[in-house]
């Protein structure tokens, strides 16, 4: 059974990993469109910011976005073109390592009980599968950046 420890740290090793496949990018690099139907760097990593608000939010605390602050960034929104007003990658990075404490602290005072307590009644979920769903999800974007990255032309491997 996964544990909130765990959880942490699978978001903890994510997130040292989008850090180091945004090394010497700029905002403009994140910005750049993939030749087929897909997101821009900028989207996934607000993506992943706003899908860890949802985490904070259903364990009792804090998001740091707002609802028109997240909307660019929510699943199925519209593609973020170059033009777009978009969120600095290097503000979302910032917001993504505070998503991070905070996540840590909530997780900390999760115990088996509110982990367990029933989430959605639908789906039979739990607090705990919701949350290990949300770190698997976070997993999934995380692999998206190394070739994100590529796309503005360092041409290296960072992991």
Not at 74 to 80: D, P
Not at 104 to 109: D, G, L, P, R
Not at 122 to 148: I, N, P, V
């Amino acid at each position: 059974m996964i544990t909130a420890s765990d959880m942490t740290t699978m978001l903890t090793q994510n997130l040292r990993v989008v850090g180091m496949q945004t090394e010497g990018l700029t905002h403009a690099d994140s910005m750049l469109q993939l030749p087929f139907r897909g997101n821009c760097l900028n989207w996934v990593l607000g993506h992943m910011l706003v899908s860890r608000d949802y985490m904070l939010r259903i364990a009792g605390a804090e998001t740091l976005w707002d609802a028109d602050k997240s909307a660019p960034y929510m699943f199925g929104s519209e593609a973020m073109t170059a033009d777009a007003d978009a969120v600095p990658m290097e503000s979302i990075l910032a917001d993504l390592q505070n998503s991070q404490e905070r996540l840590a602290e909530v997780m900390a005072s999760l115990n088996d009980e509110a982990l367990d307590s029933p989430f959605d009644n639908e789906r039979d979920d739990t607090l705990r599968k919701r949350l290990a769903f949300m770190t698997w999800h976070d997993s999934y974007h995380t692999g998206q950046t190394e070739y994100l990255r590529q796309l503005s032309g360092v041409n290296d491997k960072v992991i």
